[in-house]
């Protein structure tokens, strides 16, 4: 299993950043992702999650009506547009998957840092 992110960067506060994962090695169609962050000092936080079919979506309360989780199963990859963004948004971000494989594993990409700064 790969996941590897791409699309962070430093952004000014009220901008906007595409956050994409590519995910390869397991059935992506049958799986939910999601993305999660990490901030200095602070534990990994679920940021969004999306069904394997995309109809299913949540979203940390930080997050609603500002971020927007996606999926693309042809292409594999799993994307979080995220708009409005605040200086606490800052993190590094990483795409997340838990795969059966004579039992329940999980994997995470390298994450993509995202700075929001002035």
């Known amino acids: 299993v790969q996941l590897v992110e791409s699309g962070g960067g430093l952004v000014q506060p009220g901008g906007s950043l595409r956050l994409s994962c590519l995910a390869s090695?397991?059935?992506?169609?049958?799986?939910?992702m999601s993305w999660y962050r990490q901030a200095p000092g602070k534990e990994r936080e679920l940021v969004a999650t999306?069904?394997?079919?995309?109809?299913?979506?949540n979203y940390a309360d930080s997050v609603k009506g500002r971020f927007t989780i996606s999926r693309d199963n042809a292409k594999q990859s799993v994307h979080l547009q995220m708009n409005s963004l605040k200086p606490e948004d800052t993190a590094v971000y990483y795409c997340?998957?838990?795969?059966?494989?004579?039992?329940?594993?999980?994997?995470w990409g390298q994450g993509t840092q995202v700075t929001v700064s002035s």
């Open positions: 997340y998957v838990s795969v059966y494989r004579l039992g329940w594993r999980e994997y």
């Open positions: 999306i069904t394997s079919a995309g109809v299913g979506v």
């Open positions: 090695g397991f059935a992506f169609g049958t799986y939910g």
